[in-house]
C-alpha cells in the first residue's frame, strides 16, 4: 500500500512540474509576437527619488552615479540618494562629489544588508521630499538617459509599480556572456508575455519605479536575501500588478568568475525558498478566492523554487524502496522518438533552437549566440548552488564583489538634453 502511495506521490509531483514547464513554454510564444507599445508620452511631468544603496563600491560608485545625474529629465524634478550603507572606503566621498544626496546608513548591525538600508532610506525621503515617484538602483547599474521619461509615461497613466527592462554592461568573460544572454531571453520569452498576458513582472532589484502609495504601503523587508523578490509576491498577494517598461532600460554588472556566481546565485537560491515558504499559502488563497491570474503564476513560481529539489528526493525514494516502478519522466523519455539517447537527443534539438529567433529579434551579436550555445555549461553548477542554498541558514545579505569600468557612454550616445 505504501509504495502505491509513494508512487502516487512521486508521479503526482512529476506531472506537475511537467505541467508548469508546458505552460511557460507556451506562454513565452507570445514574446515573438513584437514587445508592447510604448504608453503615450504625458505632458505632465512627475517628481522622482532616485534611490541607490552601496556598500564599499568604490570601484563602481562613479559610474552608476554619473548615469542617474545624467538622465535626460528635467533637473530640478528628480534627487539622487546614494545609500551608504556602513561603508569604510570612498565611496561616500565620491558619490557626494558627484552632487549626490548622501544617506549615511549605520545601524548597529552592519551586515544586515540591503532590505534594512532600503526601508532606511525610504522613510528618510518620505519625510523630508515629496517624490511621486520612487526609483531603484544597484550600484553596478547604469541607467539609460531615457529611463525617467519612460517611468513619468508609466506613471502617469495609473500603473503603480513597474520594471524596466534588464541588459549587461560587460560582456567581457565566458561567464558574463552567457549571463548576458540568459537575461536577453527573460526579458523576451518571459517578461514580455507575462506583460501581455496580464501577469506580473519578475522584479530584478533594479530598474524599479514604485508610485508613491505604493511606497508608502510597503515597506522593504529587512530580514530576506532576496528583497526584491519577497517584495513582488507581497504586491501580487494584495492584488498590486508589477508592469513591463520595455523602454527604460537599466545595465548591470553580471559575475565574472565561478566563485562570484555561487555566492550571488547561493543567496538568491536561499532567499527565494524564504519567500516561497513565506507566501506560498497567501497566494494560493488569494488564486482560489479571488481567481486571479497573477496570484496563480507566482504560486507557480514558489513551487517552481523546490521542484529539482521534490524531484531528486521523490525519485531516489521511489527507485530505492520500489521494485520496476513507474517513473514519470522515464516513461516520458521512453516515448520520445529514437531508439537510444543519440536518436532522441536529435530529435529535441529543435527545442534547443527554440529560443534563438528571439535573440534575431532583439539584434543580439554574435557573442550573445554564442553565449546561449555554452548556457548548458552552468548546468554543472545547479547542483553545489541549490544544495548551498538549502544548507545556508544565516540571514547575511553578503554583497557580490563589482569591478566594472563601464559608463553609460561607453553604451548609448548621450542624447542633447531638451529639458
Known sequence: MWQTSLSFVSNSAQILFFLIGIFYAF??????????????????????????????EEKVIKFSTESLLKINYPRELFDVFVVTDHCTDATENIAKGLGACILNHSGPDRRAGKGRALKWAVSEILKNGCYDGFCYFDADSLAHPDFLTVMNDHLSMGEEAIQGRQLTKNEDVWLSTILASSQILM?????????????????????????KRITEKFSWDETCLTEDIEMQMRLIRHGVRIT?????????????????????????????????????????????KQRDLKAFEGVLY???????????????????????????????????????????????????????????????????????????????????VLFGGLLRRDAVWGRTEHSSQVGIADLVQEPQRVF
Open 27 to 56: 506562454l513565452s510564444l507570445r514574446g515573438f509576437r513584437g514587445v508592447p507599445p510604448p504608453p503615450p508620452r504625458s505632458s505632465k511631468k512627475l517628481r522622482f527619488a532616485l534611490i541607490l544603496p552601496a556598500y564599499n
Open 187 to 211: 526579458n523576451r520569452l518571459l517578461q514580455i508575455p507575462k506583460y501581455i498576458s496580464g501577469l506580473s513582472a519578475t522584479l530584478h532589484g533594479k530598474g524599479m519605479c514604485f508610485s
Open 302 to 384: 514558489c513551487g517552481g523554487v523546490y521542484k529539482l529539489i521534490a524531484m531528486i528526493i521523490f525519485t531516489s525514494i521511489l527507485l530505492l524502496l520500489t521494485t520496476d516502478p513507474f517513473i514519470f519522466y522515464f516513461w516520458l523519455y521512453r516515448k520520445m522518438p529514437g531508439a537510444d539517447f543519440g536518436e532522441k537527443a536529435l530529435a529535441m534539438l529543435p527545442l534547443f533552437f527554440y529560443p534563438v529567433p528571439a535573440l534575431a529579434a532583439e539584434r543580439a551579436n554574435f557573442k550573445l549566440y554564442i553565449g546561449y550555445f555554452l548556457t548548458p555549461v552552468l548546468g554543472i553548477l545547479r547542483f553545489p
Open 244 to 288: 513591463w517598461a520595455e523602454g527604460a532600460v537599466v545595465y548591470n554588472e553580471e559575475p565574472v568568475t565561478v566563485k562570484q556566481y555561487l555566492k550571488r546565485n547561493i543567496r538568491w537560491t536561499r532567499g527565494s525558498m524564504v519567500v516561497a515558504k513565506r507566501h506560498f499559502n497567501g497566494l494560493l488563497m488569494r488564486m482560489l
